[in-house]
């Protein structure tokens, strides 16, 4: 990690959030939803995730099928 401290175990994460984070040139902290968590490989210290613009498609096509 970037931190330095080993990853031993994340399960139980999968689903969570995946965030970007900025501090602004006014001191404003903004964050931004990037993507959803789906998987862990321990060997390689790895996540897998979803973009939620891929979501984001998915979910507009489901309810315009519903709506048509």
Known sequence: ?????PLANISGC???PIVGVK??????LRYWLYGIQSSWDPNRQTIT?????VLEQA??????SKET
């Open 23 to 28: 501090t602004m040139d006014d001191g404003e």
């Open 14 to 16: 999968s689903g969570g």
């Open 59 to 64: 979910f507009k096509k489901r309810r315009q």
């Open 49 to 53: 995730a979803t973009n939620v613009r």
């Open 1 to 5: 990690t970037d931190s330095g401290v």
